[in-house]
C-alpha cells in the first residue's frame, strides 16, 4: 500500500489546481471470484495483479468480460493478451534475447545452467531453443530444496574437473535463495577467479554481494531498475519510513516488482489524467458480477490511453506493442567488483 500512499500524495501535490478527483482502485495479490466481484462492486477503475499465474488468468478473463482494466506486473510467457490487459513486466522472450545476445558477446560456446526447480525450466524455453540453435554445449543442473546446494555445485565441480571445461555458469534461481546459493557455492570453492557467473534475477543488485566482491570471481547481470528516475530517491525515502521496511532494509536498492508496481500505478494515473481531459471522472460504475451492470464504462479508454502511452518510470521507458505486452525496455548490465556492483 505504501506505492499507493506515495502516488495519494503525488496526485494531490501535481494536480491542486483541479478538482479533487475520487477514485478507487484494487490493489490485489491473492484473489477468487467472490474476492475480484466484491471489488467489482466497490466501483473500481482498474484491477492490479495478482503475481499467481493462474488466478491471475481467471481475473483478468473476468476484467475482460465486464470491461474493467486489468494492470498485471509479473512474469508471463505469452505474447497475446485480452484486450482489457497489458503487462508492466519485460516481455520473457526478449528478455531471452538479451541473456543470448550477452552469452555471445561473453563468446560462451559451452557452459552450465544451473535453475530452480521445474518451474525454473519452463522460465528458460526461450533462452534454450536459441542455445540450440547456436550449437551451444548446455549441461543442466537443478537445485532441489530437498538438498543443499552446495551438493550440486559439488557435482558441478567435479564434472568441471573431468570434463576439463571453462567454469562459465548461468544461475537462474530467485531472489530468495540467490544469496544462499553463492553462499554454498562458494563453501565448496565455486565462487573464486577461475569462475564466471551469468545472473538472470532482475533483483541481483538488491542482494548483499559484500562476502563476494573480494573472491575475484565474475559475476554479472542485468538490473530494471533506474536509480537515476526522479523519483526513485523520494520512493526509497517513503519506503523506508514504513516499519516493515525498517526491518527489512532497503540498504541495496528497490525489487524490479516493487519498481513495476510504482510504474503500474503512474501508467494508470497518467491515463486517468488523459480521461478526466475530455470528460469529467468522478466515479466509476459499481459492477455486479451475478446481474445488475455488467460492464465498465471507461474501461476500453482507459486501456487503450495506457497501450498507447510513452512514459518514463523507475524501469526506464514505458511503451507496449499491439498485444499489451512491453517488448521494449532498457537493461543495464552490472558486474560485481571490489567497489560493489558497478555498470
Known amino acids: 500500500m505504501q506505492l499507493f500512499s506515495f502516488y495519494t500524495f503525488e496526485w494531490g501535490r501535481r494536480a491542486r489546481e483541479k478538482e479533487e478527483l475520487y477514485l478507487k482502485c484494487g490493489l490485489f495479490f491473492k484473489s477468487s471470484t467472490r474476492k475480484v466481484c466484491g471489488l467489482l462492486e466497490m466501483g473500481v477503475a482498474a484491477i492490479f495483479g495478482p503475481q499467481d499465474h493462474l488466478t491471475s488468468l481467471h481475473v483478468g478473463s473476468i476484467c475482460d468480460e465486464v470491461e474493467v482494466p486489468h494492470i498485471e506486473t509479473r512474469w508471463d510467457y505469452k505474447n497475446k493478451r485480452d484486450d482489457l490487459s497489458i503487462n508492466l513486466h519485460p516481455s520473457p522472450s526478449v528478455l531471452s534475447e538479451s541473456f543470448v545476445t550477452l552469452v555471445k558477446h ?20 526461450n533462452f534454450l531453443k536459441e542455445a540450440e540453435k547456436n550449437k551451444w554445449g548446455v549441461r543442466l543442473y537443478s537445485l532441489d530444496d530437498s538438498i543443499p546446494y552446495r551438493k550440486v555445485f559439488w557435482h558441478l565441480k567435479k564434472d568441471f574437473q573431468d570434463l576439463k571445461v571453462d567454469h562459465k555458469i548461468v544461475l537462474d534461481v530467485g531472489r530468495e535463495i540467490l544469496f544462499d546459493v553463492l ?21 541481483f543488485h538488491t542482494i548483499d554481494l ?8 565474475n559475476l554479472t547481470g542485468f538490473r530494471l531498475v533506474q ?11 517513503s519506503m523506508a519510513r514504513r516499519p516493515y521496511n525498517y526491518r527489512k532494509g532497503l540498504t541495496h536498492g528497490i525489487r524490479a516488482k516493487t519498481a513495476l508496481m510504482f510504474d503500474a500505478v503512474h501508467l494508470f494515473i497518467s491515463a486517468l489524467e488523459q480521461l478526466d481531459v475530455g470528460k469529467e471522472v468522478e466515479e466509476f460504475p459499481t459492477i455486479s458480477c451475478f446481474g445488475g451492470v455488467n460492464k465498465g464504462t471507461d474501461g476500453t479508454s482507459l486501456i487503450n490511453y495506457m497501450k498507447s502511452s510513452n512514459i518514463l518510470g523507475i524501469t526506464g521507458g514505458i511503451t507496449f506493442n499491439g498485444e499489451g505486452v512491453r517488448a521494449m525496455f532498457h537493461l543495464d548490465l552490472m558486474q560485481l567488483m571490489e567497489e560493489g556492483l558497478v555498470k
Open 106 to 125: 561473453l563468446g560462451w560456446q559451452n557452459f552450465s545452467l544451473v535453475y530452480e526447480g521445474n518451474y525454473g525450466i519452463i522460465r528458460l524455453q
Open 183 to 203: 553462499k554454498q557455492a562458494q563453501q565448496v570453492g565455486m565462487v573464486t577467479e577461475h569462475q564466471q557467473y551469468l545472473i538472470t534475477s532482475l533483483d
Open 227 to 237: 536509480d537515476s528516475y526522479s523519483d526513485y530517491h523520494q520512493l526509497v525515502e
Open 210 to 217: 559484500s562476502d563476494f566482491k573480494y573472491a575475484k570471481c
